[in-house]
């Protein structure tokens, strides 16, 4: 499979912020994102076998993988990647943006799906699966990154038709303020959390390599 980087690092987003986590980023994403900070993953990569990623992964003392991409349902050996890291006692979260079915990876009791709902300022929403969310368990999370009132008010009304049962998170696009959508937040009483970029807190708006 093409490979963009694999990295040690922590999680910066999500139920795992602040873990350190191994990074394993694939090449190629099937969307544009107006705000996307991973451009570099669209075409840039090298092709690895499974043995190889291995090989590289196990130099680092970490247990938790975040495979993120790009977008990783590209890859044809994707379930193949993870089949091999569960049964080596890794756990696993993928990324995913949401645009792609999810329903072969619902069965996989030790994978966490971080699943993006794009909102309308990313220019992708109309590419949005919104069955994904009902494929979507407890241990999964839903993300939204929200610029402006118009996204908030589309990442709400998805919430309340679709009822994810697991946890949401609203993210502001970097570089936007977080006051007001933590205070949308608030006012509305939302079964959201908020979620910011910790790692882009501690190092900026940098690659991690």
């Not at 900070?37 to 680092?60: L, N, P």
């Not at 994810?164 to 936007?176: N, R």
């Amino acid at each position: 499979m093409k490979i963009n980087e694999i990295f040690y690092s922590i999680q910066g987003e999500g139920k795992w912020t602040g873990l350190p986590n191994i990074f394993i980023r694939t090449s190629g994403c099937n969307l544009r994102c107006s705000f996307c900070d991973t451009t570099y993953a669209y075409d840039d990569g090298k092709e690895m076998s499974i043995d190889e990623i291995s090989s590289q992964i196990s130099k680092y003392p970490c247990k938790y993988i975040c495979i993120t991409g790009g977008e990783p349902l590209l890859q044809k050996e994707i379930l193949d990647l993870i089949d091999f890291l569960i049964k080596r006692n890794y756990k696993i979260c993928i990324e995913t943006n949401g645009s792609m079915s999810t329903k072969k990876l619902s069965n996989k009791k030790s994978l966490m799906i971080s699943l993006d709902i794009k909102c309308p300022s990313s220019n992708m929403h109309e590419r949005n699966s919104f069955e994904n969310i009902s494929l979507l368990r407890k241990n999964d999370q839903l993300k939204f990154v929200i610029k402006d009132k118009k996204d908030y008010n589309y990442a709400k009304k998805i919430i309340d038709k679709y009822k994810p049962i697991c946890t949401v998170f609203f993210q502001p696009v970097w570089g936007i303020d977080p006051v007001t959508l933590t205070e949308w937040i608030i006012y509305d009483g939302l079964d959201a959390q908020l979620g910011l970029q910790l790692h882009k807190i501690i190092w900026g708006d940098k690659r991690r390599r």
